[in-house]
Each structure stands twice: as C-alpha cells, then as structure tokens.
C-alpha cells in the first residue's frame, strides 16, 4: 500500500491540534478563488484572517459522495479509539485494510486527518473535535449550493 500525500510539517500538525472545528462547505470556484484572494490581500496589508480551517466543495453531491455516512463513523472512530495504525483502524470498524486505507488517504488529501508515523505504522489523527457543515442556499440560483463568506 503506497501512500502519495505528503506528510504535514510537525507545525502544521500543531497548528490543525490548535483548532477544535473543522468547517465544510459548498462554493463554486470563482468564490472559493474570490476568497482566497481577498485572505491573501489582508495578509499582505498585515490584516489578522481569523477564520477556522475550511474544506470547500465545489458541489453538494461532490460534498455527499466524499463524508458518506460511513466516511463519517470511520472519522469518529478514529476520534473516539484513536487507534496506533491503519490496519487497527480496520479492525476498529470492522472493515477491509485496503478499503480503510483508501480512505484515510483520501481524508489525509483533503486536510480532513493526518497520518503520525511511528516506524513502519502510520496511526491516523483526526484533528478536530467538531466537524460544521455550512449549506447555505442562493434563491437566485436555483438548486445551486454556495458558501457564505
């Protein structure tokens, strides 16, 4: 099993131990871009950003077919176990190693987890205590999801 996602930077992973919420939402690119833009600019007047990590989708069913219900217990079981590695993740939630590992890597992509190695074992981390799903709707465009700023 060979994982790609590069290992967070030990202050990364201090700085994600630091927040308690992680907020997901539904925004199209040009505001997902829009936002990002106007963060950087404050940070170059030298503006605090205070706002709490945030994972942007581009699309709800993009949203839905990432934190399926089942995504969503393995997340918690790693919050409530916090097991030494992935195949005990696996045995945690009673599934197959490859398929928890195909998981957790995609989580770790988006920021949701992060692995901590310790020799050949990787134990997944997840790093908030509360996950906030932020849906507003814009009447003007019809079923469409988009995120407040």
């Given at each position: ?33 829009d ?37 969503l ?25 490859k ?13 949701i ?5 310790d020799?050949q ?21 019809g ?7």
């Amino acid at each position: 099993m060979n994982d790609t996602t590069p290992p967070l930077h030990p202050m990364e992973r201090e700085q994600l131990r630091a927040e308690s919420t992680l907020v997901v939402t539904v925004t199209s690119s040009s505001e997902f871009h829009d936002a990002v833009t106007d963060g950087i600019e404050a940070l170059e007047r030298g503006d605090a950003v205070d706002s709490p990590p945030t994972l942007s989708f581009t699309s709800y069913d993009d949203l839905m077919e990432t934190l399926t219900p089942r995504v969503l217990d393995l997340i918690e079981a790693i919050r409530r176990e916090e097991p030494s590695s992935i195949n005990e993740t696996a045995r945690v939630v009673d599934r197959d190693v490859k398929n928890v590992h195909e998981e957790l890597s995609r989580l770790a992509q988006l920021g949701i987890i992060f692995f901590e190695e310790d020799g050949q074992s990787k134990r997944p981390v997840v790093w908030f205590d509360e996950l906030v799903i932020n849906l507003p709707f814009d009447p003007e465009a019809g079923d469409t999801a988009t995120a407040a700023p």
